[in-house]
């Protein structure tokens, strides 16, 4: 969690090993209609999701209601399949630097206008080493059997702990199962495990012997954490995991969470529509608009140099806590669009204060504009993007776009524009 020395990205600011290294990753769930429920469409819930998770890092999801972080926190358990793409698990440096170096081989036939169109040879050749690849360290090319292995090390905490614990069961029970489950130790080891966990999360030994119903809403999120314990995982995803508690018990589950990583060296993806608690807790911030990243960096750099529209007008929702300051609140016009039916081009575009042209008809790609920063958005790109449709060019310097002004700069990375981690 903060306070952590991280870097992140690619190539130069990164250091530590890397855990999960999600790549492109979509998930689509068909829309069925007609009288034999045919395929009518799809609802675009991850739409080409790319970052990375390194070893005892915590990871911030952040983004509104329905624009696909919990799909994505699903995905990296393989709780659901994708319906492309892939979550290499402990790639090798080596493996890194070739996936991301055939994805820039494959990225111009990726896209609508490169489908169906003849590969020439070195993008063959890329494809089936990132088949190989993929065959090695996907999460997705796992067989039944090693990814119950590996269930083990990736766990989950959900944001609403009263569903999430069986009411007929002790707590011995609901903590022990996934011990029983994976046949570790004997039942007496497994108990005094339980009590162990039990006594690590704040609650007593004692209380192994008593029901869901007699604890707290807090007391059951410290139980639902035990149980991801259990097993002694190494990544696991926090899905609003404090959302549904107070105040002041959202401080205590966040002190635990934040000791049992450094005790265990854990990885967290926190995912979470609080940013005040996402920057408290997280060492990078990913930042999701409909299915698809649009901005991510280090948490202080994020929160102090907000590129993308949308993440400033998510920044300038949190409440100040001195009443003599006083910050410009950023309104959004309109709902956010469904994602069976988007917006052609940035998908922002239906929303953005500063809209141009160009936002409609191209997807702006994620790029890196400074050392570990990486915006989705036409304010940032390059030339040889924004040159590729005509009356896009900004004036020099100015970031005055159809009479709103955004705060930074428009320049790319000068070493030119690099793919999304
Ligand atoms: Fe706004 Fe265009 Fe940037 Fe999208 S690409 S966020 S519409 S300025």
Redesign the pocket.
Known sequence: MAGTPMSEGTGSTESGPVLLDVRNLRKYFPIRGGLFSARIGNVRAVDGVSFRIHEGETVGLVGESGCGKTTVGRLLLRIIDATSGHVFYRPTPEASARIEQDLRELAPFSGPDGEGAPLPATAQQALEELDGIADEFSLYRKSRHEMRELRARLQVVFQDPFSSLSPRLLIRDVIGEPLEIQHVGTRQERIERVQQLLQEVGLSPEHAWRFPHEFSGGQRQRICIARALALRPEFIVLDEPTSALDVSVQAQVLGILQKLQQDYRLSYLFISHHLSVVRAVSDRVVVMYLGRV?EQALTDELFGRPL???TQALLSAIPIPDPKLHRERIILSGDVPSPAAPPS????????????P???KVD?PLLENRPGHWV??????PPEVLGSFEGAALPEGSME?SGAS?PGTATASAAGPRLAP
């Open positions: 649009v993308h529209p949308y081009g940035c998908h922002f575009h239906t929303r953005c204060p500063a809209v141009m160009i936002c409609s702006p989705a958005c036409h304010l940032y790109s776009v955004v």
